[in-house]
């Protein structure tokens, strides 16, 4: 298989993986930090590896299914207090996010039988029908797009090379870009393409 090169719009940050320092501020809202968060990183995979991706998260499983631990990345990225969030926060809020889609998604149906019935009985199409799935598609669009972490847009890594000792990552905020390349002068550098296996 080629290497293919991917040219992107915005420069890349390339970090060192071992020694890179993120700014005290936040990437989200540019605000001093006040805590940290921890983002794991599995080399190879494409997402971030988060608990609830993860069938094989818990050790027991693990074990269970005969799935060795994937060499995972840490990083440490200073954030202020709102753009917090943990492993167990993402998970609960997925959970809510899943069984509220799922529960529109039944109303919705429901909804759908009995308004179908009635536009096959009086050849009519209610008009709370409209509204109810106006406001439960509404709803739907909504929590998908509110289930996208504000630090997973802000800082988004792209990936690593092919020893693993540096990862590309995608800075949204150009200031947060040249404080991160400034604190880091001899680890870091721009690019503006990467080649991919």
């Known amino acids: 298989m080629s290497a293919v090169k991917r040219y992107f719009r915005e420069p890349l940050v390339r970090a060192s993986v071992d020694r890179i320092r993120f700014p005290d501020i936040c990437p989200v809202c540019g605000r001093s930090a006040t805590t940290a968060t921890v983002v794991r990183l599995t080399p190879g995979q494409k997402t971030w590896l988060r608990p609830i991706d993860n069938p094989a998260f818990m050790p027991a499983m693990r074990r269970f299914l005969g799935i060795s631990s994937p060499a995972t990345i840490a990083f440490r990225i200073p954030v202020c207090e709102e753009h917090y969030y943990s492993d ?20 919705f149906m429901l909804f759908t039988i009995i308004a179908g019935g009635q536009y096959y009985k009086y050849g009519d199409l209610p008009t709370w029908y409209l509204m109810i799935s106006v406001l439960f598609l509404s709803l739907f669009v909504l929590s998908i797009l509110g289930s996208r972490r504000p630090l997973k847009r802000a800082l988004k890594f792209i990936g690593f090379d092919s020893p693993h000792k540096n990862v590309f990552i995608a800075v949204h905020d150009a200031d947060y870009r040249r404080r991160l390349i400034e604190e880091n002068p001899n680890t870091t550098e721009l690019v503006n393409w990467i080649l991919i296996t």
């Open 88 to 107: 167990e926060d993402y998970m609960r809020f997925n959970t809510v996010v899943v069984c509220g889609n799922g529960l529109m998604l039944i109303l």
